[in-house]
Structures are given as C-alpha cells and as structure tokens.
C-alpha cells in the first residue's frame, strides 16, 4: 500500500487529527497522525501534528543578542583558564545587567548570550530595557578589556545587536522560534565594536530615550532584502521635544489650570498643587504639557521632575534626572567631570558649590574620591540635610518668580522624593504652581493641598475630533475603526492613527502600545489560558462561557484540579483593570486594545482549538433559544471547520429570513458559500453548495424576481453538480427551482418540459413532490390556454397534497410559489373564466388561509400572489371599489416584508384599477389616455425586466382603455403586440380577450364580425364561457341577433354579481 494509492484515506486521517487537536483531544490526534505516517512514512503534517506543542504563545519580543567578538582568535592567544577567567567575568556581568533590568537569559550559545525582554515577566518599556542592558554590558566588557589588557595583554570587546518581533516562544523549552531571532544575532555582525545596534522596529520606540545614529540599509546573510539599522551613541541627556498633540476636550481642567497660573502670576495661588490621575494614555502627561506652555507663556520658569519604573526604589532619582539634565551629565560622565559640571550648574544658580556639593554629590553618584570633602555627618542627620539641600537647589532653579513645579509620572516615586514633593507643596509662598501626574493607586498623600482630576477616556465626538486633528485626511469609516478600538484613550488614537498608513499595523496593535498593554495583563502564567479563551470569544461574554471555553466547566466534576481557576483569573484580571464587569455574570475587556493583545497570544493551532471550542459551548449553551448563528459560524471559520460553518451561517440565513432582513440572509449565504468553497472536493461538498445556492436562488428570487441575472446561474450550477453526481434528490430540487425562475418569465415550453421531465426522476422516498409537481404544471398549462387539462392537475395536487404530511414539502420545496397556494389561486381563475364567482372566491380564501401557515418570506410572497389573483378577479366581475382596497393592501403588505418586486406589481395593479375606475365613472377620453399611458409605462417596465407573466391581461385593459379614449389605432397596435407576445411565449390565457378588444378597433362591420367569431371559438374550446359571452354581447351590437346570444347564456352558470348578465337578460328580456 502506497500513499499514491491511498491519499483519499491519508487526506481523512489527517483531517480527523487536525478535529481532534482542534477539540483538545492530542491522544486521538497522535494515534491519527501515527497511523498517517505508517502509510506515508515521511508525511510533514502528521509529523507536524505529533511535533504540536501544549506550552507555546505567540508573543513580541524585545530580543538582544550579546556576541563577544573574535573570542576563537582569543582563546588560541592566552591560557584556557585565563581565556575561562574572562569569558566567566563577561557572563557573570551579563546575568547581573540583565537581572538587573529583569530581562531572561534564553541560552548561551558559543560566546554569544541571547536574552528576552518581556519574558517571564513583562514591562510597559522592555525596549528601553533592553537598549539600556545593552549599554552596560558594553561599558562592563570595557572595563573587563581594561583588565584583561593589564594581566594578560589582551582585549576584549562586544557587539551587541536588539531587535523586536513576533515569535514563537515554548514555554516548557525555553526558546523562541521565528524571524525576529535570526535577525537579531545577524543585527550583531553589523555593530562595530563595543557598540549597540537596533533595528528599524526598535529604533523610533527608543528615540526619545537614546541618541541614534542611522546607517544605511545593508544586506544581511539569511535575510532577504537590506537590512537597515541604527547605532545607539548614547543615552540622552537633554528631552527630546515632545511631539505636538492637539488637546481636545478636558474643559474643566484646561479652566482650573488658566486660573491657578492667573493667581500664580499675580502671586495668590494658596492651593499650589493640581493633580492628573488616571491610568496610561488617558493624558495625564498632555495636561503637563498644557500647563507648562501656559506657564512659558506668561514668562515663568518650568522644572520637570520625572519618575522611573526602573529606580522605583532608588532614592531621589527623579532628582538625579533632574541635575543630569541641567547638568548634562549622561551614563558615560566620570565622576570628576560629573562634579566639575555640579559646580558649574550651581554657580550659575548663584548657590555655594562648596557648602551643597557634599550632599548633592552622593545624589548623582559621584564620591569622594573624585575631588570634594564629605559631609561630616550620618544616618538620619545626613538624610536631612541631603534633603533640604534638594530643597533648596529646586527653590533656585524656580527662579524667584512665577513657576511650575511638574512631576511625572508620582507613582514611580520614592519615599524620599515623594517627602520632597510634599514640603515643596507645604512651602509654596503663591507663585508656584506644581502639576502631578500618576496612575490609579494610593500614591496620592492625603496632607497634600491639590486639586485632584481624574482623567476618563473622551467620547466619541472628541475621539473623532482627535483623529482629524492628527489626520484629517482619515475618512470616516476610518475614525469609527479608530474610535472602536481606542476606546477614547488619547495616547491609544495617536499611535493607531500614526500607523493606519502601513497595511499591517492597520491590524495589530501599534509596537508602542504592545508592552505597556501585555504587561498590565500579563501577571502570571495562569492568566494565559484564560485571557487567549477570553480574547478569542470576544470584547465581552459571560463566565459560564468563559469557563466551558477554558475547560473549568468540564473539570468541575472530576477531583482533579488541573485547570486554571477561571473565576479567580477573572478577579485577578477585574482588580488590575484589564477587564471589568459587565453584568452579575459578565466580564468585557476594559479597552478593545487589551484584548487585541490577548488575541496575538495564541499560537495559530491553539487559535482555531479555541474557537472551536466556543463554537461548541454557544451551542450547547443555547437550549431554548436559537443559538446567535452568526456569531457561531464566525468561530467555526475561524477554527477552519468550513463545513459547520456553513452550516451556521445557513442556520443564520433562516434566523434573518424570519426576521425579514432578506439581505442579511443573502449575506449569510454567501458566507456559507465562501466556506464551503474550502471544504474537500467530494460529493459532500456538491450537497452542501447546491443547498445553499438553491437557498440563495429562493431569496432573490422572492426579492428580486427574474430580473436578477443572479437566479439562473444559482440554479444552472446547481444543476451542473446535480448532473455531474449521483443525487436523484438534487437533480430534482435544481430542475424544479429552473421552474419556478422560467414561470415568471413566460418561457412556458421550456418550463413544460422541464416538469414532464420530474415524474421519472420521482422515488418512493419523494412522494411528497408529486403534489407539486401537479401544481406548477396545472399554473403552466393554464397559462397555455388549457383551462381544462389545468384544472384536472390542480384538482389533483389539492387531492395529493391532502395524503402527505405538510412538514414534508414545507421542509423540502426550494420555490418561492408554494404548490398549496399556486393551486388554488390558478383554480380561481379556472372558476372565473367559466363563471363562477362562488367557486373562485372560495378557492382564493383557501389560499389566504395556506399563507397564514407559511413562514416568510414564503407567506409574504404567496400572499401578494393573492392579492394579485384577488384583484384580478374582482376587476373581471366589475366589483371595482373592493379591487381598490386590496391594491392598496397589496402594496403595504409588499412594503412591510420588503419585497421591492411585489411592490412594484402593486403599483401596476392600482394604476390598472384606477383606470378601469375612471372608465366606470365615465371620465372624458383625455383622461383615460393618461390612465392608460400609466398602465402602459409599468407594464413595459416590467417587460423589460422578463417579468412577462400575465402582462397581456393588463394589455387588454390597456387596448380596452385607448380604444374608449379614441385612439383606436394605439390601441390595435398595442394588442397585436401582446398576441405576438402571447405566441412567442405559448402564453395563450387571455387571447380570447385580447382578440375581442382588437376587434372593437376595426372599422369594418365584416372585420370585426371575423374577429369576433374567432375570438368566441377560441373562448368556447378553451371552456371560457365568460370569455364567450363577453364575445356575444359584442356581436348582438353588430347583428341585433339574440340567438347566440341566448344560447351562450344558458351555458353561462353565473349569478346576477356578474355585470354580463345583468346585461344579456336585459336585452333578451
């Protein structure tokens, strides 16, 4: 057995696997797989399936690789234990560096270290991490060459190279997979020694941080295209200007901020400080901005002070910031040059460099050795002093003057700096003015004197604002997008917008939103599952949900505990503000972003398991109610199950059908389609694309009619794989759907033979379509002019159709007309064209009642064919006033389920009643051309879209019309265009009628007696007797001879309703 010969039973094995990975089920997929490889030895997917790892995430990744450089030459010039003593010095370093920044030693491969920022535990700024790691490892192998050279005469160097992507990180392995790795090593070729290189993604996330030099694009082995790159020179020392964003709303605060720098200027500020308070990117730091521009620009001084994430225990560090900056000091400043530019800074300050330097020194880390005398003091004593030096150096650099003391940032603070900002608070003398800014949290003291804001996210009008602000060439569909995802958080829009240029940031979450997103949700492990079930079902859901998707629900009846506590997670999750409650048992995610994020977690295979599984649990959850289809389709697409969803998206269709929203249920159908299109070539897949396409063939037929070019080839396809399979039952279902698009159209023979043909391809199984098959050719040969064969079919259908269960054929008839209602509708004028009103109005009662007991838009329809049969029955017997309701009726019912079609015949059907009105009342003959210009304009409309059924009934009320307004050329040229259309399309129903108006157009007393006889003959062999004696009351007006007249008459079986008689027993009489 070869896999040539097997591939069908390979591509099934592997499909089953592919559902049980999909399904959790990894004991049932290995076995498949197994089984798989035993045929197909070398098969890449079962080896793929059994490869699959439970313990792996889609992540981005900060990832630095640290090479040393030409360390083989090294080796082969020193002893192996000097060469260990160094190369032991260099990793000891790198581990400190790295813990110190909490990045992750991933391996060490040769003399190159890799190590991941952002894993194990993440950070809102692995970037600047890791490009800050990077730099002291520099600086540490430095200092190793320094000693290196001193002992053995050699010397060491690093090059380091960072990069940031998506890969694939195994857990369980400790590794990472994918692009992003490979780059970042191959970044380290391109540093010189003793530098630090970043790639393009990273560069513009630490630009504000770092001095860049940009190299141009170079190639790089294993990388296909250039490569571009940038050396990091040095960490900044000096602000880079922030970038200008508009501020849009935040009226209040803007009003609070004017006045206090009105009374600062004036010197009456006795509350000094505001406070901005809320979480990341809602704008806190945007309102320091404002209040220093307003502050510049009333001529007052600004001190920033700044907190970090990295020294949140380092005592007065935004005040080291603070001296650095003024001084320009940066990381590479040695000591003795850091206390030159101290001195320096306090001078121009007009303070004594000799009494404060001692206690401003140890704040930047300079000691004494680099040129100034200690403080002779300690512990406590030394702490105050230090402190109220600070002090005094932040009362100078105010200037005296108005000014604004800005912190950032204050829940990064230390206890010390913190202590700093209270006094200053406490001492302000009515000219300062000092904006905080922090997160939520307690950092906020209760003695402080501050008016406290707390920020909240903008509405949707100031979110749009914000958006044209940045971009007013973003359209509107755009800024909904936009609006949607940011949740009205300011620094969110900036950064979507700024990458709503490059197509693939259009759909992930900006790199400088990524970690400060992924570190707030990312607490522990146990967090993973549940966020991916969670972004997977949506921005919201319910717990029961929640936990079916995780699999809590099925693990809560066993003893064994090897899920995440769901509901815990949850807690865990609502505490730190990544998702929120939403109802008793409902969570949402607290911004779209967040989930967005979660969303990425999911290693594609876990992805797909994961909507499966929802899949199932919408279901299963729905027990009495219809499950949201739309939703359930949606995750099976997701999880590649095509068949169930189509499946879904079929049931969805039926949903929006009951609903009326016909669009909608198209939409749906064509989803299922684009579904199925995926599925495995087979006889399946043929069953489930014709059911659909029969479906959607229904729906447009019902809303459109045969003016969709769509319904034909719905059906024509349909009976293509009807034909080329082995379906009796499809076969079938195509050709009677061809039928129901032919009908309309008036191409009878073909609609004929297509139905003459169905009773072969009947089985024992089909006998319900006997009923409908009897209907359609009754309605057929009825509109051949057989009125007899038509009534013998149609009163076999209602006799068949009483023998068989009505779910049958209401659950199998893909045809807008249903038979029941056809039936009787075509019996009713069968029953009019011999006379008997009392016969036909019963039969058109049936038939309302038959629609009462369809569901849409199989009862809509049907019923505007009612109505139709219903007008035109009350036009034939005079009853005019009655045929006016039920036009209007008509066109209402059309308009409230939608059917633009429908609506439109009722439009012609009015018009034609009105007219036939005017002609009752006696209306001047300028009036009724304009009645029948309207009838005429509707009904070639309607010729041109194909909808030529019935049209040469209202071509006889047209001639009928013309001829009474004196146009009788208009009006003989109008109804032999209708009898050549009649002979074209076998539409024979209403030659007899048409014949007879035709004749009142002619002049000739001879013509028109010939005319009249044939039309009479015609009428008499179709079994029109209504027809013949319209004929004999026309020809009594040119012989005055009342023996035909008499004679017709007595055949005749209608009551006095009928205007005909009432007319003929009057002249007999």
């Given at each position: 057995m070869t896999p040539g010969e097997n591939s069908a039973l390979i591509d099934d094995l592997l499909d089953r696997a592919v559902r049980a990975v999909n399904d959790g089920d990894r004991a049932t997929a290995a076995t498949l797989a197994g089984q798989v490889l035993a045929v197909d030895h070398d098969n890449p997917d079962a080896e793929d399936l059994l490869?699959?790892?439970?313990?792996?995430?889609?992540?981005?990744?900060?990832?630095?690789?640290?090479d040393l450089v030409d360390s083989t030459a090294l080796s082969t010039r020193i002893e192996p234990e000097s060469y260990h003593t160094l190369i032991g010095q260099f990793r000891k370093d790198v581990v400190r560096i790295v813990d110190s920044y909490e990045g992750h030693i991933s391996s060490v491969k040769g003399d190159g270290v890799l190590v991941l920022f952002g894993h194990p535990k993440p950070h809102e700024n692995d970037v600047r991490r890791a490009v800050s790691a990077g730099l002291d490892i520099t600086n540490a192998v430095a200092q190793i060459s320094e000693q290196a050279q001193r002992r053995f005469g050699v010397t060491l160097d690093v090059r380091v190279g960072i990069h940031r992507g998506v890969v694939y990180l195994d857990v369980e392995q400790d590794d990472i997979y994918g692009l992003a790795a490979n780059l970042a090593a191959r970044l380290t070729a391109l540093a010189e020694p003793g530098s630090v290189v970043v790639s393009d993604v990273v560069a513009p996330l630490v630009r504000e941080y770092f001095e860049l030099d940009d190299r141009p694009p170079v190639p790089v082995k294993g990388i296909d295209g250039n490569v571009a790159h940038h050396v990091v020179a040095a960490e900044r020392s000096t602000d880079v200007p922030a970038r200008s964003v508009p501020l849009i709303g935040r009226e209040r605060e803007r009003a609070c901020l004017r006045e206090c720098c009105r009374r600062a200027h004036a010197g009456t500020l006795d509350a000094a400080g505001v406070?901005?308070?809320?979480?990341?990117?809602?704008?806190?730091?945007?309102?320091?901005?404002?209040?220093?521009?307003?502050?510049r620009a009333s001529g007052g001084t600004v001190v920033e002070l700044r907190g970090s994430p990295l020294h949140t225990d380092t005592g007065l560090y935004p005040i080291r910031r603070l001296i650095e900056r003024r001084c320009g000091i940066t990381r590479l400043t040695e000591g003795a040059t850091r206390l030159q530019l101290l001195k320096r800074e306090l001078h121009s300050l007009n303070l004594d460099p000799e009494s404060m330097v001692p206690f401003l020194a140890p704040v930047l880390g300079v000691g004494p050795e680099h040129g100034y005398q200690p403080a002779a003091v300690e512990a406590h004593a030394l702490y105050e002093l230090i402190a109220a030096t600070v002090q005094q150096y932040l009362t100078a650099c105010f200037g005296g003057g108005m000014s604004l003391l800005v912190t950032e940032d204050v829940h990064w603070y230390d206890p010390s700096t913190c202590e700093l900002v209270g006094s200053t608070l406490t001492a302000a003398g009515g000219r300062l003015l000092v904006v905080m800014t922090g997160r939520e949290g307690t950092w906020l003291r209760d003695d402080w004197p501050v008016e406290v804001f707390d920020l909240t996210p903008l509405n949707d009008e100031e979110s749009d604002a914000l958006i044209r602000a940045l971009d007013p060439a973003v359209g509107q569909e755009q800024r909904a997008e936009v609006c949607r995802r940011c949740d009205g958080v300011p620094f969110h829009i900036e950064h979507v917008v700024a990458g709503l240029g490059a197509l693939e940031d259009q759909v992930r979450v900006p790199e400088a939103l990524y970690d400060p997103l992924f570190a707030r949700m990312h607490t522990d492990s146990a967090v993973v599952p549940v966020l991916e079930a969670a972004a997977?079902?949506?921005?919201?859901?319910?717990?029961?949900?929640?936990?079916?998707?995780?699999?809590?629900?099925?693990?809560?009846?066993?003893?064994?505990?090897?899920?995440?506590?769901?509901?815990?997670?949850?807690?865990?999750?609502?505490?730190?503000?990544?998702?929120?409650?939403?109802?008793?048992?409902?969570?949402?995610?607290?911004?779209?972003l967040l989930r967005e994020v979660a969303v990425e977690l999911a290693p594609p295979s876990v992805h797909r398991q994961l909507h499966a599984r929802t899949a199932h649990a919408l279901v299963r959850a729905a027990v009495d109610v219809e499950p949201d289809w739309p939703v359930v389709a949606g995750h099976y697409a997701q999880a590649h199950r095509f068949a169930e969803a189509a499946q879904a998206f079929q049931k969805a269709s039926v949903v929006a059908r009951r609903r009326g929203a016909l669009q909608e249920a198209l939409d749906c159908l064509t989803n299922a389609l684009t579904q199925i299109s995926h599925c495995h070539p087979g006889p399946s897949r043929d069953r489930a694309e014709i059911a659909v396409r029969l479906e959607r063939g229904f729906i447009l037929?019902?809303?459109?009619?045969?003016?969709?070019?769509?319904?034909?080839?719905?059906?024509?396809r349909c009976l293509d794989l009807a034909t080329a399979g082995d379906s009796d039952d499809d076969l079938f279902a195509a050709l009677s759907a061809l039928v129901s698009y032919y009908v309309p159209r008036a191409e009878l023979r073909r609609a004929r033979d297509l139905l003459e043909s169905l009773p072969g391809r009947l089985t024992e199984n089909r006998k319900w379509s006997y009923p409908a098959i009897t209907s359609s050719l009754g309605s057929v040969l009825w509109l051949q002019g057989d009125f007899a064969a038509a009534r013998k079919y149609l009163d076999r259908s209602l006799e068949e159709w009483a023998d068989h269960d009505p779910r049958e054929l209401d659950n199998a008839w893909w045809v807008n007309s249903d038979p029941v209602s056809t039936a009787h509708t075509y019996l009713a004028l069968v029953h009019l064209g011999r006379g008997d009103l009392t016969r036909a109005d019963a039969e058109l009662i049936a038939s309302v009642r038959r629609c009462e007991n369809l569901e849409y838009p199989q009862n809509a329809y049907n019923r505007q064919h009612t109505y139709f049969k219903e007008i035109w029955v009350c036009l034939e017997c005079g009853r005019l006033d009655r045929a006016a309701v039920l036009a209007a009726d008509m066109r209402r019912c059309a308009e409230q389920a939608g059917l633009d079609l429908w609506r439109m015949v009722s439009s012609t059907e009015y018009a034609t009643v009105k007219a036939l009105m005017a002609l009752r009342d006696g209306a001047d003959p300028e009036t009724l051309r304009v009645n029948a210009d309207k009838i005429i304009r509707r009904v070639d409309g309607s010729r041109m879209m194909s909808l030529n059924v019935y049209l040469t009934f209202h071509d006889a009320?047209?001639?009928?019309?013309?001829?009474?307004?004196?146009?009788?050329?208009?009006?003989?040229?109008?109804?032999?265009?209708?009898?050549?259309?009649?002979?074209?399309?076998?539409?024979?129903?209403?030659?007899?009628e048409l014949m007879r108006e035709r004749a009142r157009t002619l002049d000739d007393p001879a013509d028109?007696?010939?005319?009249?006889?044939?039309?009479?003959?015609?009428?008499n062999q179709q079994g029109a007797v209504l027809f013949e004696l319209r004929c004999a009351l026309d020809c009594f007006e040119l012989t005055r001879d009342t023996g035909e007249l008499r004679s017709t008459l007595d055949r005749f079986p209608g009551d006095h309703r009928w205007p005909e008689r009432v007319r003929a027993e009057r002249i007999l009489s």
């Open positions: 490869s699959a790892s439970d313990h792996g995430e889609i992540r981005r990744l900060t990832i630095m690789f640290a406070a901005f308070r809320g979480e990341a990117g809602i704008g806190k730091t945007r309102m320091a901005v404002e209040a220093a521009d307003m502050v997977v079902i949506g921005r919201t859901g319910d717990l029961a949900l929640l936990r079916s998707v995780v699999g809590d629900g099925a693990q809560a009846d066993t003893d064994t505990e090897t899920g995440p506590d769901v509901d815990g997670v949850v807690t865990a999750l609502t505490d730190i503000r990544v998702l929120e409650p939403a109802g008793p048992e409902g969570w949402r995610f607290r911004h779209e037929g019902t809303a459109l009619g045969t003016m969709s070019g769509e319904v034909p080839r719905e059906f024509e009320v047209i001639g009928r019309l013309l001829t009474a307004a004196g146009h009788p050329d208009r009006a003989r040229e109008r109804l032999d265009m209708a009898l050549r259309h009649a002979e074209e399309t076998g539409m024979h129903f209403h030659d007899a028109r007696r010939a005319q009249l006889d044939a039309a009479k003959q015609l009428a």
